[in-house]
């Protein structure tokens, strides 16, 4: 998966991207006993997913 996403992504990869993506969000721990860099990675993670859904024009329902 690409690490970071341009204004050129194509949506045709959305479905794929935001499963990985969510998987290893989930992957992360949430129980609020994170370390930086993994607060850091679930921040990246999430900023991926709002800009694919944005970007798609995909609903979060």
């Known amino acids: 998966m690409t690490e970071q ?15 990985e993506l969510q998987l290893l969000l989930h992957q992360l721990p949430s129980d609020g006993k994170q370390t930086a860099e993994q607060q850091q990675e679930a921040n990246r993670l999430h900023n991926l997913i709002h800009f694919i859904k944005n970007k798609c024009d995909i609903n979060n329902g």
């Open 5 to 19: 996403f341009e204004s050129n992504y194509n949506c045709a990869n959305a479905s794929e991207d935001l499963h």
